[in-house]
Every structure is written in C-alpha cells, then in structure tokens.
C-alpha cells in the first residue's frame, strides 16, 4: 500500500472535500481519502489496480484537477 499526495486548488468548501472524497473512494484499490479544506491537499492511500494515474483523471473528471 502507498500513499499519494496531490495540491488540488479548485477545493473551495466542504461539500467540494466531501465530493473529492466520495469520488475517489469508489476506485478499486482506494482505502482512503483525505481532502483537507485549508491545505487544499488531497492524500489517497492506495493499491493496485489503483494508480496516480487513475486518481488524477478522476479529479479531472469532477472538475477538481490535480495541479502538476
């Protein structure tokens, strides 16, 4: 298991954290989520077949990208 990081700027209120949460923790693999308000830090604790990769579409998906 491992943990990612991603600086998600478009977070702007809890429902967006909530949203963030709900989404990423549907992906196969994803155990936890974490999406902070103040930071605008998400942390995704995870396995295969979850990936950076599908975690980042995702974001993108829900209109909350990750930054690079």
């Known amino acids: 298991m491992k943990t990612l990081?991603?600086?998600v700027p478009g977070?702007?209120?809890n429902h967006c954290t909530h949203t963030i949460s709900?989404?990423?923790s549907d992906i196969e693999g994803v155990s936890k989520v974490e999406a902070d308000l103040d930071?605008?830090?998400v942390k995704v604790t995870l396995e295969?077949?979850?990936d950076e990769a599908?975690?980042?579409a995702a974001l993108a998906e829900t209109n909350y990208p990750?930054?690079?």
């Open 22 to 24: 709900m989404e990423l």
């Open 54 to 56: 599908k975690i980042r």
């Open 48 to 50: 295969p077949p979850a």
């Open 39 to 41: 930071t605008k830090m």
């Open 11 to 13: 977070i702007h209120c």
């Open 66 to 68: 990750a930054a690079d």
């Open 5 to 7: 990081t991603f600086s």
